[in-house]
């Protein structure tokens, strides 16, 4: 009931939006005003726990994303619930190191045929990405977030990481790595195991290792999509069967997150998307968040709810509450904060006033 409620009041507040009124919605509680990652912690009392809830809620946000085990999501969904706000398992999806010692061949194989399972992961040491290709990568996934939504009280699972490892860095983080990275380089581009050329061979007819350059070959781009597209939506299906809500932590537009990190979240068929939309990042002024927001809403079915995800230590507090003009004015729902626990109290004073105007 509460997915069907969810979907109604999205496909509402779109209309609501063309007669610039959202009062009526709110009335309804159905779709959160705005998120954030975070905010509470396994070692917070149940007191704690509920006087941190009420700070969020009363000044405007409806959901939590915070992180955890399936005890603590059991206990703060329970008490989220008697506060009135809304609590989503933030659980990282490909990115996992939970298999390695009992399958490390469910790990993803970059172009120089290392593993993600090896002494030596991209970037950084907890990279740890899985293949999307193997049934077996899916089964796994798919089980836990089914575990999670046993939870009764658990409004819904959240996903992050939901992607292959990063082709490309954002711009400012690449001089960090000392990497100039102007083209696919081999070793961040997956998947090449043996499963993922099998079935691109069954296909194609293509060795992927064959072909001379793997970035301009779309079909081979494609597939890859496509795989990971097909886990997501294995996982959306038994997440909706349970009737809870999946969202997604996802990279900024469309269109980048297919070049950087092989994700195409327009096809992934969530409830809501919170797009990164950390501008620092990549070099850009806060005005491209707005247009970040514009972009994606033009390859996702009218009425999705998009909030855009905002990483509160790289804005000035005197800019909070017009970049949350900027977002609705651009056919966002809201924001989504990175994270709660960096939030104000003035901070959630100028959200509060900015959603009472
Ligand atoms: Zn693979």
């Excluded at 069907?4 to 509680?29: C, D, E, I, P, V």
């Excluded at 998120?35 to 405007?60: I, P, Q, T």
């Excluded at 798919?142 to 939504?149: A, F, G, Q, S, W």
């Excluded at 860095?169 to 696919?184: A, S």
Aim: charged share 25%; net charge neutral; aromatic share 12%.
């Amino acid at each position: 009931m509460e997915r069907r409620n969810f979907l109604k009041a999205s496909g509402l507040t779109a209309l609501a939006l063309g007669m610039g009124s959202w009062t009526g919605l709110f009335a309804q509680k159905r779709l959160p005003r705005n998120w954030a990652w975070g905010g509470v912690h396994e070692n917070m009392s149940d007191d704690e726990l509920l006087k941190a809830f009420d700070r969020y809620k009363s000044h405007g946000i409806d959901a939590l994303l915070p992180e955890g085990n399936n005890a603590f999501y059991a206990r703060i969904s329970r008490l989220g619930k008697k506060a009135g706000i809304e609590i989503h398992a933030w659980r990282w999806t490909m990115n996992r190191g939970q298999y390695i010692r009992d399958h490390p061949e469910w790990y993803a194989v970059n172009r120089k045929g290392e593993s993600c399972a090896g002494p030596n992961p991209p970037y950084v040491n907890y990279y740890r990405w899985l293949c999307p290709s193997q049934e077996e990568v899916k089964d796994a996934i798919v089980k836990d977030y089914i575990e999670l939504c046993d939870i009764p009280e658990l409004s819904g699972v959240h996903l992050d990481y939901v992607r292959y490892c990063d082709v490309y860095l954002p711009k400012e983080l690449q001089p960090k790595y000392h990497l100039v990275q102007d083209h696919e380089m081999p070793e961040y581009d997956y998947c090449y195991c043996n499963t993922c050329r099998r079935l691109f061979r069954e296909q194609t007819g293509i060795d992927p290792l064959d072909l001379e350059d793997p970035a301009s070959n779309i079909a081979w781009r494609d597939f890859r999509l496509n795989q990971l597209v097909r886990l997501v939506q294995a996982i959306v299906e038994e997440v909706h069967r349970k009737d809870k809500l999946i969202t997604a932590a996802v990279f900024p537009t469309p269109a980048m997150s297919r070049t950087m990190v092989r994700q195409d979240w327009p096809k992934f068929g969530l409830d809501a998307y919170l797009p990164m939309l950390y501008h620092h990042f990549y070099g850009e002024k806060e005005s491209w968040i707005g247009q970040c927001v514009k972009e994606s809403l033009t390859e996702l079915p009218k009425g999705t709810p998009v909030y855009a995800g905002i990483f509160r230590g790289a804005l000035k507090t005197a800019d909070l509450a017009s970049i949350y003009t900027m977002v609705k004015e651009n056919g966002g729902m809201g924001l989504s904060f990175f994270t709660a626990d960096s939030l104000s109290d003035t901070d959630l004073k100028i959200l509060k006033r900015a959603l009472e105007t």
